[in-house]
């Protein structure tokens, strides 16, 4: 059964704005760790075999987005980072993220896909080769 629920932007908003104070928790910059295998069942859970393939940090130390009156939050850029070096293969396909708060707690985990696919981090290529740049345009999260 699909189910299909709209909130109102006023509420959309005050149900982001939760999400932005537990991704602000900590003393530095919430993370978004890019992933390649399956995905957890939940965020409590470990990554298992999967590997790490980057982990890009908020550009801003304090606040990582900002709440806007139509229900969306808007993150401040994304730093891009070099990905971490692994070897055999040395090129990685990611399949989903982890989004964490500065001390590494997991706030919630999302699917990665290529742009145009529907996913929540859409990417040019998801292809992540050791040691390449890694680098996001922007990114927002708009509640239904």
Do not use: H
Not at 44 to 67: I, R, W
């Amino acid at each position: 059964m699909t189910q299909d629920v709209r909130f109102s932007r006023d509420v959309a908003g005050d149900m982001l704005l939760p999400l932005q104070v537990k991704l602000d928790g900590g003393a530095g910059a919430m993370r978004i760790r890019i992933y390649d295998g399956t995905r957890p069942a939940t965020p409590e859970d470990g990554v298992g075999a999967c590997t790490k393939l980057a982990e890009n940090p908020s550009s801003n130390t304090t606040t990582c987005a900002t709440e806007t009156p139509t229900g969306t939050l808007t993150f401040a850029p994304i730093t891009t980072v070099n990905a971490e070096t692994f070897t055999s293969p040395s090129t990685r396909t990611a399949t989903w993220a982890r989004w964490c708060m500065s001390d590494g707690t997991a706030v919630f985990d999302c699917d990665v896909g290529v742009v145009g696919s529907g996913k929540f981090i859409e990417m040019v290529s998801t292809s992540i080769v050791s040691g390449a740049p890694v680098a996001y345009s922007s990114a927002t999260i708009t509640m239904p």
